[in-house]
């Protein structure tokens, strides 16, 4: 029964994983994108497009589940009648796909409803988001406003999830029966509708008994995973002898967890299973004969079947050894990439300062991170929020303010007024390689127009990147024809989906360390481009992100990433490889 739980997981990754990826880019393709990113996620998601993606997601992980656990329901009902074999199991899963299929989009329907409920009225919120353009900007000064939507969402939301729980605890049944019953879609759901008539408050109260337990233990799960992975991978990577302990305790977690999730199919598809089986004898709504005339059915072309199987094994094996040949490559590149000084200088100095500045280029570091918005008399600051109200106190906005507004508040408070970006190209390029990022909370493209109109004049290496890809976009359509030989483009992605020709184009990505794989940076530097990962700040995190091979780091302690990357040089090429190894494994 396991060995056909694990089977059927297999299959399912194997086929729906690539079948995923396509349907999200054509689904983003009609949208009008080939890749949703930052603030377009929540368009997108808020989009009718997004809505069929939702639609299609809660129908795939019910078939999955379904799926994984109607296998062990088909292997309870076999020894039923004295028959036990894999390989009609996956047969018959296979020749009642078709039905199953049409239950479970029945079901998933209404789920989906739910979604498209959350995805309607979540449109005031998306409202507001982009009345500041600025998401964090958002969250930090409206929070109030956030939560009274919010609200109103799960008010409005309320009477649908009643009825969609009311008719899909009425419906239960009708996914085993499915399996073993021949009848028409209706009679189906009529007959699932009277075996579970009389016990709805039980499967309704079994259900959430069931997702709590389940919670419990997953979390649990976790949390026991994480105690115990730091001190196994902290003892194993001391010492070359242990390696082969680590493996056999990696394999040991990964296992614990299988096994827990094949228990907890176990659980959910034999109560279903033998529910289903006692409410038609007590009802004798369906005869003992009927109730198995579907799994009766001879499957034929055992060998067809088991030549799938083998093909998917042996699928799952090259994938295999693909990526561990892609490991051996990466770990025997040079993993020592470069250091970015956040917002100028990190911690030690006033963001976005001339002194920030001046203190990265005294480290010797490579590059600092400056951010860059227009005031209303055109002139580029350097400047990261909205407005002054967290640097000075102050409500003034950037966009709504000329220089010299903005230059006497700060000399109101006996402060020094953030630079302009030319001052700072004039006096410092030379020294070090500026990162620009561009900013807006509005929708004008003037600092594009701006920016293109200054960075011809200057020929030092530098970097414009932007997690605004209409603005990068149109600074580069300017730049066409006079890009500086050392300008490189950078797209900063907080989280995405997909993959947009923007992408493509630009020179590197600065990737968010909460998203960024290691397979993620293999992909990114095959394409010829860079990976910068932003912000790091912890010695640990540093020496991961190194040794996965990043080209660089942004951080506010450029001064510990210097230290760390002294220390990673002192490696010699068998402890970088198997620390290399350690945090694969922990990602």
């Known amino acids: 029964m396991f060995a056909s739980f694990l089977l059927v997981r297999a299959t399912l990754l194997t086929l729906f994983v690539p079948l995923d990826l396509w349907l999200s880019s054509k689904l983003m393709k009609l949208h009008g994108v080939n890749a949703i990113a930052n603030q377009e996620m929540l368009s997108?998601?808020?989009?009718?497009?997004?809505?069929?993606?939702?639609?299609?997601?809660?129908?795939n992980m019910s078939f999955a589940f379904f799926v994984e656990h109607s296998t062990i329901s088909i292997l309870l009902a076999q020894q039923d009648v004295g028959k036990r074999s894999i390989v009609d199991t996956f047969g018959l899963l296979?020749?009642?796909?078709?039905?199953?299929?049409?239950?479970?989009?029945?079901?998933?329907?209404?789920?989906?409803?739910?979604?498209?409920?959350?995805?309607?009225?979540?449109?005031?919120?998306?409202?507001?988001?982009?009345?500041?353009?600025d998401i964090n900007y958002y969250l930090s000064n409206q929070a109030s406003s956030l939560w009274f939507a919010v609200g109103i969402v799960a008010l409005?939301?309320?009477?649908?999830?009643?009825?969609?729980?009311?008719?899909?605890?009425?419906?239960?049944?009708a996914l085993p029966l499915s399996l073993f019953q021949n009848c028409s879609q209706w009679q189906l759901f009529k007959q699932a509708?009277?075996?579970?008539?009389?016990?709805?408050?039980?499967?309704?109260?079994?259900?959430?008994?069931?997702l709590l337990a389940r919670a419990s233990i997953a979390a649990m799960f976790a949390a026991a995973f994480l105690f115990m992975l730091d001190p196994i991978l902290n003892w194993a990577t001391t010492d070359p002898e242990r390696y082969?302990?680590?493996?056999?305790?990696?394999?040991?977690?990964?296992?614990?967890?299988?096994?827990?999730?094949?228990?907890?199919?176990?659980?959910?598809?034999?109560?279903?299973?033998?529910?289903l089986r006692l409410q038609t004898k007590r009802l004798k709504l369906v005869n003992e004969q009927a109730r198995f005339v579907g799994l009766m059915q001879d499957t034929k072309r055992r060998t067809l079947m088991i030549t799938v199987m083998v093909s998917f094994i042996a699928l799952a094996g090259l994938n295999g050894y693909y990526d561990i040949k892609q490991f051996a490559q990466h770990v025997q590149t040079d993993t020592t990439g470069y250091v970015t000084a956040h917002r100028a200088g990190g911690f030690a100095r006033s963001e976005n300062s001339e002194a920030g500045i001046q203190y990265s280029v005294e480290l010797g570091i490579q590059s600092t991170e400056i951010d860059v918005q227009l005031t209303k008399d055109g002139q580029i600051v350097v400047f990261h929020d909205r407005d002054l109200g967290r640097m000075l106190g102050v409500s003034l906005v950037v966009e709504e303010a000329t220089y010299a507004e903005i230059s006497a508040a700060y000399e109101?408070?006996?402060?020094?007024?953030?630079?302009?970006?030319?001052?700072?190209?004039?006096?410092?390029?030379?020294?070090?390689?500026?990162?620009?990022?561009?900013?807006?909370?509005?929708?004008?493209?003037?600092?594009?127009?701006?920016?293109?109109?200054?960075?011809?004049?200057?020929?030092?290496?530098?970097?414009v990147s932007s997690l605004d890809g209409e603005l990068l976009s149109q600074l580069m359509f300017e730049l066409a024809d006079s890009r500086p030989d050392n300008l490189?483009?950078?797209?900063?992605?907080?989280?995405?989906?997909?993959?947009?020709?923007?992408?493509?184009?630009?020179?590197?990505?600065?990737?968010?360390?909460?998203?960024?794989?290691?397979?993620?940076?293999?992909?990114?530097?095959?394409?010829?481009?860079?990976?910068?990962?932003?912000?790091?700040?912890?010695?640990?995190?540093?020496?991961?992100?190194?040794?996965?091979?990043?080209?660089?780091?942004?951080?506010?302690?450029?001064?510990?990433?210097?230290?760390?990357?002294?220390?990673i040089k002192q490696m010699d090429f068998s402890e970088r490889a198997l620390m290399t190894l350690r945090y694969w494994l922990s990602l």
């Open 94 to 133: 296979i020749q009642r796909s078709f039905r199953v299929v049409k239950v479970l989009i029945a079901q998933s329907l209404g789920i989906s409803l739910l979604f498209a409920t959350v995805l309607w009225f979540g449109r005031w919120i998306y409202g507001l988001m982009l009345s500041d353009w």
């Open 156 to 173: 409005a939301m309320l009477p649908l999830v009643l009825l969609v729980l009311r008719y899909w605890a009425s419906w239960w049944l």
């Open 488 to 567: 490189r483009y950078a797209l900063i992605y907080a989280a995405g989906v997909g993959e947009s020709q923007l992408e493509r184009e630009v020179d590197m990505l600065m990737v968010s360390g909460q998203w960024l794989t290691a397979w993620r940076i293999i992909e990114i530097q095959q394409r010829e481009q860079e990976v910068l990962v932003w912000t790091i700040n912890e010695a640990e995190a540093m020496q991961r992100m190194f040794l996965l091979g990043v080209d660089g780091i942004i951080t506010d302690e450029p001064q510990l990433a210097l230290t760390t990357k002294a220390k």
């Open 244 to 275: 082969p302990w680590l493996i056999l305790a990696t394999a040991l977690l990964l296992g614990v967890a299988l096994v827990l999730s094949f228990i907890d199919r176990f659980i959910y598809a034999s109560c279903q299973y033998y529910v």
């Open 44 to 59: 997108f998601l808020l989009s009718p497009t997004g809505f069929l993606l939702s639609l299609w997601v809660v129908t």
């Open 193 to 210: 509708q009277r075996l579970s008539r009389e016990i709805y408050p039980h499967i309704l109260g079994g259900h959430i008994l069931w």
């Open 412 to 463: 109101a408070k006996n402060q020094t007024p953030p630079p302009l970006l030319d001052h700072l190209l004039d006096h410092y390029a030379d020294d070090i390689e500026f990162n620009i990022e561009l900013k807006r909370y509005n929708r004008s493209v003037d600092l594009a127009m701006a920016m293109a109109e200054l960075l011809p004049n200057y020929s030092q290496p530098m970097i």
